[in-house]
T-cell receptor
């Protein structure tokens, strides 16, 4: 059974810092990996989707990497801003696209002005 | 275009009552998923629909939970004889081939008193 772990559970940084959020998974036979952001009381916003054949994806100040062999993904946020404060969730597709996502419990990020 | 919508946004019900939660997926998306997010529990899969195939109900926690998807579009999640442990945020997502990237609605917050 796939298990997804996110470390750290919470992180507080000053504005302007670059930071890395970590996600690890136990079964390397994954289809895709998706990173989400969740603001308090809101739904999930998709940030980046990495397909299993890719090693990284970039969107603006965000860069996500995937290393299937080691069961790891990282989300890099450059020049953090207070508006980046949210919970970041990593989710794994199973061995095909038509499978439910398995989620980590998230990293709660606070960026202090 | 329009995203995934869910209604109601909040629902308070008494223990033992039945509730219906509605999800309108993104037009043209073939797959629809229901997840539940409980305080401190993270996101867990409940049920998913793919086209005209039989739904995958493997995540439903008990036979009090059921869901249907009419005309390949709108879905309704029904919880019968609600219990206090059913209190959670119920999230719906839809996706489309070939990436299967999942897009989430804002959720329905269910409180059972």
């Amino acid at each position: 059974k796939q298990e997804v772990t996110q470390i750290p559970a919470a992180l507080s940084v000053p504005e302007g810092e670059n930071l890395v959020l970590n996600c690890s998974f136990t079964d390397s036979a994954i289809y895709n990996l998706q990173w989400f952001r969740q603001d308090p009381g809101k739904g999930l916003t998709s940030l980046l989707l990495i397909q299993s054949s890719q090693r990284e994806q970039t969107s603006g100040r965000l860069n996500a990497s995937l290393d299937k062999s080691s069961g790891r993904s990282t989300l890099y946020i450059a020049a953090s801003q207070p508006g980046d404060s949210a919970t970041y969730l990593c989710a794994i597709f199973g061995d095909s696209g038509n499978t439910p996502l398995v989620f980590g419990k998230g990293t709660r990020l606070s960026v202090i002005a | 275009g329009a995203g995934v919508s869910q209604s109601p946004s909040n629902k308070v019900t008494e223990k033992g009552k039945d509730v219906e939660l509605r999800c309108d997926p993104i037009s043209g998306h073939t797959a629809l998923y229901w997840y539940r997010q409980s305080l401190g529990q993270g996101l867990e899969f409940l049920i998913y629909f793919q086209g005209n195939s039989a739904p995958d109900k493997s995540g439903l926690p008990s036979d009090r939970f059921s869901a249907e998807r009419t005309g390949g579009s709108v879905s309704t999640l029904t919880i019968q004889r609600t219990q206090q442990e059913d209190s959670a945020v119920y999230l719906c997502a839809s996706s489309l081939v070939p990436t299967y990237e999942q897009y989430f609605g804002p959720g329905t917050r269910l409180t059972v008193t």
